[in-house]
């Protein structure tokens, strides 16, 4: 892994693939000691996906609104979106992320970019709401069983009194009507989606059914 400067994002730096990463080697077996029980998940940590940098700009250009927040960022990945809220100004970061190699890339892209955040590794989502005063979903709605399970964890933060904000690119599940336009930013889909060319994503606050 290289550590980077994000495409457009230079004030973040990330570990990022590069072609001699090996990362295939994460989804095949090591010698016959493959754990079969695990099911191995792809590097999605390994790369800036479209959703999480259109947030993370969104916050760096617009630091009040996360400056003295409790924030939690939900599929965490690389971290780069708790990254942006830490340096904005965020009371608190909280980074949930339930692949094993995901946190340890948010422990060291956290290092790399000087700021701390708690970081959680585990599946939150059929639990209560977080302790925070708002939660950033970036790239959450890329599969149809993840929106499923993500959608109504986000709903029982909005019942809880809990701002949500969503960054992505337009991917397939997207709940459209639960979503009210923030900001828009052309950024690259450097995870693969799109060939890294410059697409325009978006920040969305979620809401209530019926309020969009």
Known sequence: MRLLPV??????????AHPGSGLRRLLEPDDGKYDRSAEPQPPYWAYAWAGGAVLARYILDRPS????????????????????????????VIAAEIDRNG?????????????AMTIIGEDITNGPPPG????????????????????????????????????????AWLPRRRLRLLGEY??????????????????????PKGAG
């Open 7 to 16: 495409p457009s994002l230079p004030e973040i730096r990330l570990y990022a």
């Open 132 to 171: 925070v005063d708002l939660v950033l979903a970036g790239d959450v709605f890329y599969g149809r069983a993840v929106a499923r399970r993500v959608i109504p964890f986000l709903d029982r933060c909005l019942g809880a009194g809990i701002d949500v904000m969503v960054g992505d690119p337009g991917r």
């Open 65 to 92: 609104s996360v400056a003295g927040r409790r924030v939690l960022d939900l599929g965490a990945g690389s971290g780069l979106v708790a990254i942006a809220a830490a340096k904005a100004g965020a009371s608190e």
């Open 103 to 115: 946190i340890v890339a948010l422990g060291l892209n956290a290092a790399a970019n000087g700021v």
């Open 186 to 207: 052309q950024v690259p889909d450097v995870g693969g989606n799109g060939g890294g060319e410059p697409k325009p994503s978006g920040v969305f606050a979620f809401v």
